[in-house]
């Protein structure tokens, strides 16, 4: 029996494995779905996938294939026409369960998984990864951390494969045409761009030089479910699925229905399509942001250089293309906000005076106007800031560097609250000169940290008085040699928070707080 283990990865020759399951009875009881085996069928759903699947270059030859299988009607779905395709093709499948630990009965569908690998003949791998812990140490929701755990499960899984095999291959996962309305419309709602909108792409290219792809986007959830009904196949189903836990769950569950009732019966399909459109034209202008940055920039090493006419006279929707292109082409271009986009735009205007610039450390990119020419450069860790510029780092949930002041990790305490929530810690708020907890929900403008501007000011008490920076910092005795230098966390021209020192009282928490902010240097 062939085992593979890899923090907390264990992939197990499944023909002996089953054995052991049937002689336990176990199997039995799972083998009653399944008693139609794989036959060829005539269902329609079988040529419309694998049309698709030739449509978008999908079907490989030969190699590897590790598919996600929750033991939901859609992987269950994928993982069945996938053994029908590995009876055409010398295909290697593997199916990868990833319990998330954060359900009852999520050790009940593991087992299903289990035993419908057996059932097909398809080596399985079961990932048990504690999500919510996961979630709460990187600051996000359970959600984006059962898709971070899951990915990096098929990653590594697909590794495994490659190093014993000696083939390259793909992970197959199962998203269908509504997951692909719904998740349009939630990047609309969040003000999402163009790529965004582009929604699940049928296949995405990794930087290891795999793929993911996703055979069951031209499939509704409902002709699934009735193929598998067809062909005498079960599956579980998630009972969180039903309910409004997930804002994706408030989509289906309530936005599409009343859509689909009120205004078209059929919404996902027109969204679904909508979301196709919307891919092809990001991949359209993608092409003309190269050709147009191919006619105003060059390129070295760790850099590249606009030539600030020849810019100017592209489109202005090329413009901000360009921008977020070459922080990509520098490696960075992750948490890349509108905000940070029209800050370096500005270097490019006219007026700009040669020797400003911009520099955004958590991307670990320097940006500066060099008379007429627009300098984009790797930052280098060890570079500081240097006194007098008037740099600015945009707040980032997450982790990042700011050179002159070091190692920022910054979370989200909670979400929307009741007043009164906060009363245990609102009596006993840490004394902390390099941790502040700040009310999230009274900051403006985009939170940056930067040197200190003409103007800057902090509230200094409840009754909301003001105070200049400027002698704020004499009164603390500052260095008159530091305080150009200084870093400070500000809110426009309100200094939110003098690191080292005090905060602007008018970010402080209270019973009415709904969001803290923790803000700490490391």
Avoid at 212 to 231: D, K, M, V
Avoid at 268 to 286: G, N, P, Q, V, W
Avoid at 401 to 407: A, C, E, H, R, S
């Amino acid at each position: 029996m062939s085992i593979w283990k890899k923090e907390g990865i264990l992939i197990e020759k499944t023909l002996r494995l089953g054995r052991r399951l049937r002689d336990n009875g176990k199997a039995a009881a799972s083998a009653a779905p399944f008693e139609k085996g794989i036959g060829y069928g005539t269902g329609m759903i079988t040529e419309k996938v694998l049309g698709y699947m030739e449509e978008h270059g999908m079907l490989p030859a030969s190699g590897n294939i590790v598919v996600g299988v929750s033991g939901g009607a859609d992987s269950v779905c994928l993982l069945y026409l996938l053994t029908k395709l590995r009876r055409e093709r010398p295909l290697r499948l593997l199916a990868v369960h990833v319990n998330h630990g954060l359900r009852p009965e999520a050790g009940k569908d593991a087992a299903f998984v289990q035993d419908l690998c057996y059932c097909w003949e398809v080596p399985f791998c079961l990932v048990q990864e504690d999500v919510g812990a996961f979630a709460k140490d990187r600051g996000v929701s359970c959600e984006e951390a059962g898709r971070l755990v899951r990915y990096r499960a098929f990653g590594e899984a697909l590794e495994r494969l490659k190093e014993e095999t000696g083939e390259g291959g793909c992970i197959a996962v199962a998203h269908n045409s509504d997951d692909r309305a719904e998740t349009l419309l939630f990047h609309m709602l969040r003000g999402s761009g163009l790529t965004g909108m582009g929604s699940i792409r049928p296949v995405r290219e990794n930087r290891d030089g795999s793929r993911i792809i996703r055979p069951l986007l031209s499939c509704t959830r409902a002709e699934i479910e009735a193929y598998l009904q067809g062909e005498g196949i079960g599956f579980c189903t998630d009972a969180t699925n039903g309910q409004d836990v997930y804002t994706r769950n408030k989509i289906r569950n309530r936005v599409f229905p009343y859509v689909e009732r009120e205004i078209s019966g059929r919404a996902r399909e027109h969204l679904s399509r909508e979301a196709d459109l919307l891919a092809k034209t990001a991949d359209f202008i993608e092409e003309q942001t190269k050709s147009a940055i191919y006619r105003c920039c060059v390129q070295g090493q760790g850099r590249l250089e606009f030539d600030t006419a020849a810019f100017g006279q592209e489109n202005p929707y090329l413009q901000d293309q360009m921008i977020l292109f070459a922080f990509h082409m520098l490696g960075s271009g992750r948490n890349l906000s509108s905000a940070h986009v029209a800050e370096v735009g500005k270097l490019f205007l006219p007026a700009c005076v040669s020797g400003r610039r911009v520099r955004l450390p958590f991307l670990q990119v320097d940006v500066r106007r060099e008379f007429g020419r627009v300098v984009f450069s790797v930052l280098k860790a060890e570079d500081s800031v240097a006194a007098g510029e008037n740099t600015g780092t945009f707040l980032e949930i997450g982790s990042f560097f700011v050179p002159g002041l070091g190692q920022i990790r910054t979370k989200l305490l909670a979400g929307p609250k009741k007043e009164g929530d906060f009363s245990a810690f609102l009596k006993n708020i840490p004394e902390n000169k390099y941790t502040k907890w700040l009310d999230y929900d009274k900051i403006v403008g985009s939170a940056i940290f930067r040197t200190r501007c003409t103007g800057d000011y902090l509230t200094i008490n409840a009754a909301m008085d003001k105070k200049s920076l400027k002698r704020y910092m004499v009164e603390e005795k500052i260095p008159a040699v530091e305080r150009d230098g200084k870093i400070v966390l500000a809110d426009g021209a309100h200094v939110m928070w003098v690191p080292g020192h005090r905060i602007s009282a008018a970010y402080k928490i209270s019973a009415q707080t709904a969001s803290i902010l923790e803000v700490q240097v490391v």
